[in-house]
């Protein structure tokens, strides 16, 4: 019985020992190990600390970051990705080209890390067994290798947010698998190949932020499952090809910041997908097509900076029920008043900017709904206090070049808006309605310049958040009070063509984060204080046209601003002013 017993143990832990050695994780190839520490080799410095992990023999253990393998212990996957963006975190160094000898590799990613530079090594054209090949937002540089166009099996490509310039290889055409195709934000020139039109599988492409002229191509209309297209900010030229209308999967086209001509042709009502239309900053002419109201999943229209005419399409309510965002600022529309199917919708952003509106503000039926509106560069006149009632989701406010008159008591703004831009009217009155110790956290952005303000510079209190403060142009009297230095998160300030007195306070060189400053054309006295060397951030200063008298802060980046920046005071002197003699 005790021999049966001992056989049963033995029986079950030779299955057991059996069971775990298949269950084991690989031991990774030393070839592959070698490879790895290699690409580790070439990185100085790892803030993201990733490759701290990749120690001990066995790179398959699960323990070394981002790699992963096969049952036999060949690397699969390199998938090594900023974690967060914050900026401390980032690798720097190059890719090494033993990362190419990596033959089993299916999915390699390194993104995000910033300062790996240097070009993409040859060799990379012999990991045929890529799907996945992404190195976006580093700071790789040269050509793209047309080796590259020799891994049929990748379905995924992003080189995109580096420093590549040249041509975009044809051989890229004979990725007849790719899926997802971006080259954007870099310094890409030419045509987009004609080879392209062999990527019939292609769901989204992104070209981007490049330099890419020529036309968009007429094969374009062959990619029957693409659902996002961004060929946004190059120097494309010609037409819209028609073969482009007839994507009926397609959800998001850019094409903004190019130099594309004629009109937008009927057949965009084919776009039956389409929620994202931005063919902004071209040179299109004609009138918008009435056939935009059958677009019903469309909530984002921006055809802004262009050359469309009047008459502008009348859009019945049951027409692009999804919309949401429309921008069509600085075309030739002489719109007179906002049309009534804007103003009856529920829209978050309404950007009519340089429409040639006139008369009062409009009210609008869904103020609720609005988070940002431009009524910018028209003739307004009038009708502030009642504008802005019921407006409580507003985060933006722009009303500037117009001819409002109205006092800044009237501008009743709601609790959670982040930017208030009236710049160029009449506005009158006192900076304390709008500055004072009920103002929102919230607001980041307060420009009043070009205006008819009186009165001094309020006091400012703490947990104010600006960011930008203009109030430039007016005519404000008065001092710059210390408690400026409140105003930790402001990054530009412009005090200029007033009638402020006194002197600098000190408190200013407390503002760490400024990087604009003019405080030209007052009556300031005294001298720039010495606090202001506080702020090495600093890329733009003018004192100019004041009363100023003393040595200028001997230290960077002051000493090296133009002399312009000091010119018309009484008494400056010091680099860049001639030097100072005796006491001052």
């Not at 063919?279 to 097509?289: A, D, E, Q, R, V």
């Not at 262009?306 to 919309?323: A, K, M, Q, W, Y």
């Not at 000493?559 to 010119?567: L, M, Q």
């Amino acid at each position: 019985m005790q021999i049966l017993i001992w056989v049963f143990i033995l029986s079950v832990f030779s299955l057991s020992f059996a069971e775990t050695i298949s269950q084991a994780p690989p031991v990774c190839s030393q070839a592959d190990r070698a490879a790895l520490l290699n690409f580790k080799a070439k990185i100085v410095k790892d803030t993201t600390e990733s490759l701290s992990s990749w120690i001990g023999r066995d790179c398959c253990s699960g323990d070394w970051e981002g790699v992963q393998c096969n049952p036999a212990g060949r690397v699969t996957t390199v998938a090594l990705q900023r974690p967060a963006r914050d900026s401390s975190f980032f690798m720097k160094g190059t890719l090494s080209s033993s990362l190419g000898t990596l033959h089993f590799l299916e999915v390699l990613v390194i993104s995000g890390m910033k300062l790996i530079s240097g070009p993409i090594p040859e060799n990379f054209s012999n990991l045929t067994r890529l799907t996945q090949l992404v190195l976006e937002d580093n700071a790789l540089e040269g050509n793209i290798p047309s080796g590259l166009g020799h891994l049929s099996l990748l379905q995924t490509l992003s080189l995109a947010g580096n420093h590549f310039k040249g041509l975009v290889p044809p051989s890229l055409g004979n990725l007849r698998n790719l899926v997802l195709f971006n080259l954007g934000r870099n310094s890409l020139t030419g045509q987009i190949p004609s080879s392209f039109k062999n990527l019939v599988r292609l769901q989204s492409v992104d070209f981007s932020f490049n330099l890419l002229s020529g036309f968009i191509p007429e094969f374009i209309g062959q990619f029957k499952n693409i659902t996002f297209i961004d060929l946004s900010n190059n120097h494309l030229s010609g037409h819209l090809p028609i073969s482009l209308f007839n994507l009926v999967a397609l959800s998001d086209l850019s094409l903004s910041h190019n130099q594309l001509i004629g009109s937008i042709p009927d057949q965009i009502g084919n776009l039956k997908s389409l929620a994202s239309l931005s063919l902004s900053n071209n040179k299109f002419t004609g009138h918008i097509p009435a056939s935009i109201s059958k677009l019903q999943n469309l909530w984002s229209l921006n055809l802004s900076r262009n050359g469309f005419s009047d008459p502008i399409p009348v859009i019945s309510s049951r027409g692009i029920p999804s919309l949401l965002s429309i921008d069509v600022s600085f075309n030739n529309l002489s719109l007179g008043t906002v049309p009534d199917w804007i103003k009856d919708r529920q829209l978050s952003d309404v950007n009519l900017a340089g429409c040639k509106l006139r008369g009062n503000l409009p009210k609008f039926t869904r103020p609720d709904s609005l988070s940002s509106i431009d009524l910018s560069n028209n003739f307004l006149t009038g009708g502030i206090s009642s504008f802005l009632t019921n407006m409580t989701s507003l985060q933006k406010l722009k009303l500037s070049n117009n001819q409002l008159k109205f006092d800044l008591s009237e501008l009743k703004v709601p609790d959670a808006i982040s930017s208030i831009d009236i710049h160029t009217n009449q506005v009158f009155g006192s900076l304390s309605s709008i500055l004072n110790n009920r103002t929102s956290s919230f607001l980041e952005v307060i420009d009043v310049s070009n205006n008819l303000i009186t009165g001094a510079i309020p006091e400012f209190t703490e947990g104010l958040n600006l960011k930008v403060l203009n109030i430039g142009s007016n005519k404000i009297a008065g001092q710059i009070p210390s408690s400026i230095s409140n105003l930790v998160e402001l990054e530009r300030l412009d005090i200029s063509r007033n009638q402020i007195s006194g002197t600098i306070p000190p408190s200013l060189g407390q503002l760490v984060k400024l990087q604009w400053l003019d405080i030209s054309i007052n009556r300031l006295t005294g001298k720039i204080p010495t606090t202001l060397l506080g702020i090495q951030g600093m890329r733009h200063v003018s004192f100019r046209a004041n009363r100023l008298c003393g040595e200028i802060p001997q230290g960077r980046p002051y000493n090296i601003f133009p002399a312009s920046a000091y010119a018309h005071n009484l008494c400056l002197c010091g680099k860049p002013m001639p030097p100072c003699r005796g006491k001052i």
